[in-house]
């Protein structure tokens, strides 16, 4: 029994081809285009290879040429099967032998038999020349086309960037703009600045007042990372101390870990830890590196937050008993949306921004943010995420230089 790869895209002529060939004991592997082609020839290594010559992406000519160049594959036959291609030009860029279509399925199966025994078909040496450059031509035609096609996908794959960069904001600002008098009345009813509210009133725009952050918090982000992208987001720089920072933001975030009961492990050091750069937007940028931890982070578990000291910047690792990245998605968890379950019914919220934002502010810091796994801090093992978030101790001078 053979191994046959037969590369076509007509359902009906690999229905026929898989039927006499099964027949007659062969196994049989469909490839529907000239790329899948390729792909499965390296990776099933068959005993005989048929082609058709006229398939999409890269058609039978480019595939015999490819094929050829495949060290392991210089002794598999190549067959031609066609109705359009031409016999000569098939056996000069590297088949064994030509098939036409239609197939007479009474000699089907004896003409493959042949060819897997070591029957070879030759070219004719006076025109083989001439073919071969008349393909080569073809094919550098095709190539031209597929490079015109994709760099037309290209520029509308940039257009639409652009189209979705504009439109989060616009309509941040618009979603922004009535959302600033909604978060002040309600301030102002709250606080009984316009009269006196019963208790069952109070809790309800508690409730509301809650949503409302939540929905303010959501907008801000999208500003932030489109700014971001569109590299018009603007650093305001001042003196502050590092370790200070971090003990606020984690101050800030301590009402998520308390309903969660998560408890922390800290080892920040006591010592000032001056620099120079956009404290409001750093601070803003660890609180999204701890609600990252805390989101994964299970019913009372445990997130380790480290500070470090380093000749020209500081660091924040940041660690959780989670259960860590996927392998592949290291890099991928900073691109703004990107979650790894981004199913309406996973488990954790957001809509992947923080990460994005975070890693943007670090870089605009002078600094960068990666994600590993595993860490140890203050003696105690975290086995999930470890999220490290860098900055330069003078942001200006690193950014400006």
Not at 77 to 85: L, Q, R, S
Not at 125 to 144: D, F, M, P
Not at 239 to 248: G, P, W
């Amino acid at each position: 029994m053979a191994r046959v790869l037969h590369i076509e895209d007509d359902p009906r002529n690999r229905l026929l081809v898989r039927k006499l060939l099964a027949a007659d004991g062969h196994e049989v592997i469909d490839a529907e285009d000239g790329l899948e082609g390729v792909r499965l020839a390296q990776s099933t290594m068959p005993d005989l290879i048929l082609v058709d010559m006229n398939i999409p992406g890269l058609d039978g000519y480019e595939v015999a040429l490819r094929l050829r160049g495949e060290h392991q594959l210089d002794r598999v036959p190549i067959i031609a099967i066609t109705a359009e291609g031409d016999r000569e030009t098939s056996l000069v860029v590297g088949c064994d032998g030509f098939i036409q279509k239609p197939i007479d399925a009474s000699q089907f199966c004896e003409r493959v038999a042949g060819y897997l025994a070591g029957r070879r078909e030759l070219p004719a040496e006076l025109s083989s020349n001439h073919r071969l450059r008349a393909q080569s031509g073809r094919i550098v035609v095709h190539l031209e086309e597929k490079v015109a096609e994709l760099s037309a996908a290209n520029a509308r794959l940039r257009e639409m960037e652009r189209l979705r960069r504009e439109f989060y904001r616009n309509i941040s600002h618009e979603l922004a703009t009535p959302m600033t008098p909604i978060v002040g009345y309600i301030r102002m009813l709250i606080d009984e600045e316009l009269g006196s509210i019963a208790p069952a009133q109070s809790k309800a725009l508690r409730a509301m007042d809650d949503c409302v952050q939540r929905l303010r918090s959501t907008l801000d982000n999208l500003v932030d990372v489109t700014a971001l992208e569109m590299g018009k987001i603007k650093f305001f720089y001042r003196s502050y101390d590092f370790a200070k920072l971090v003990q606020a933001a984690l101050n800030s975030t301590e009402s998520l870990r308390e309903g969660h009961k998560q408890v922390v492990v800290a080892a920040i050091p006591s010592d000032p830890m001056l620099a120079y750069g956009d404290s409001d937007k750093l601070i803003r940028a660890v609180g999204h590196v701890l609600d990252n931890a805390s989101k994964f982070t299970a019913d009372n578990g445990a997130i380790g937050v480290a500070v470090y000291v380093h000749a020209d910047g500081y660091e924040l690792v940041v660690a959780d008993d989670g259960p860590g990245i996927r392998e592949g998605y290291e890099e991928r968890v900073f691109d703004p949306f990107f979650q790894v379950d981004g199913s309406p019914t996973r488990t954790q919220g957001g809509v992947g921004l923080g990460l994005a934002i975070a890693r943007g502010v670090a870089r605009g810091l002078g600094g960068d943010i990666s994600l590993t796994r595993g860490a140890v801090i203050d003696g105690r093992t975290f086995s999930g995420a470890r999220v490290s978030l860098r900055v330069a101790k003078n942001a200006h001078q690193v950014v400006q230089s």
